[in-house]
């Protein structure tokens, strides 16, 4: 069974640091991107870019480059995403999914909340 | 970037219904739009993948058609667990693979 698990949520204050995970199973976590989704409290979701686990690859939605970053650690079936300096309005649900290039995301993980407040 | 407008933004149906929810790319996407439910505090549940296919497991209820730069997504019969928030995305363009602002199905 494919499955996406991601990390609980976080609870941070402005100009921490963060890193949340998402970890695959069920398949050969190397042969399938993994897409990161960003969703603010009642909007819709926002695809913030991906990684190809096999070789790294990394592609970032223009407007988001920069204020985050995405890796993975092929070796334990995860991929990562991390911020340096959190700030208030970064308060979102994030979530990762599974695709293929120029294909929908067909599994997805649970999401992890994270809250940035002072 | 290429923008994907969904109308309704919000619709009003009753059970047994049949509903159409429409999607207009900013340019041509050819068949490379999905279609996705999301209930509250859940994850986007793929429905719909290349425009037209049914991804495994979606009740057959669930169709869409289009390409180009218009699609559809039409639920026949609508059942109470259908009553959820619907989002178009288009994977045509990498890495932004944008979304629509979604369609918000209420019960009537």
């Known amino acids: 069974e494919v499955q996406l698990v991601q990390s609980g949520a976080e609870v941070k204050k402005p100009g921490e640091s963060l890193k949340i995970s998402c970890k695959g199973s069920?398949?050969?976590?190397?042969?399938?991107?993994i897409g990161w989704v960003r969703q603010m409290p009642g909007k819709g979701p926002e695809w913030m870019g991906m990684i190809y686990p096999g070789d790294s690859d990394t592609r970032y939605s223009p407007s988001l480059q920069g204020q985050v970053t995405m890796s993975v650690d092929k070796s334990i079936s995860t991929a990562y995403l991390q911020w340096s300096s959190l700030k208030a309005s970064d308060t979102a649900m994030y979530y990762c999914a599974r695709h293929q290039l120029g294909a929908a995301g067909d599994y997805w993980g649970q999401g992890t909340l994270v809250t940035v407040s002072s | 970037d290429i923008q994907l407008t969904q109308s309704p933004s919000s619709l009003s149906a009753s059970v047994g219904d049949r509903v159409t929810i429409t999607c207009r790319a900013s340019q041509s996407i050819e068949s490379y739009l999905n279609w996705y439910q999301q209930r509250p505090g859940k994850a986007p549940n793929l429905l719909i993948y290349a425009a037209t296919r049914l991804h495994s497991g979606v009740p057959s209820r669930f169709s869409g058609t289009g390409s180009g730069t218009d699609f559809t997504l039409t639920i026949l019969a609508l059942q109470p667990e259908d009553f959820a928030t619907y989002y178009c995305?288009?994977?045509?363009?990498?890495?932004?693979?944008?979304f629509g602002q979604g369609t918000r199905l209420e019960i009537k």
């Open positions: 995305q288009q994977s045509y363009s990498s890495p932004l693979y944008t």
């Open positions: 069920g398949y050969t976590f190397t042969t399938y991107w």
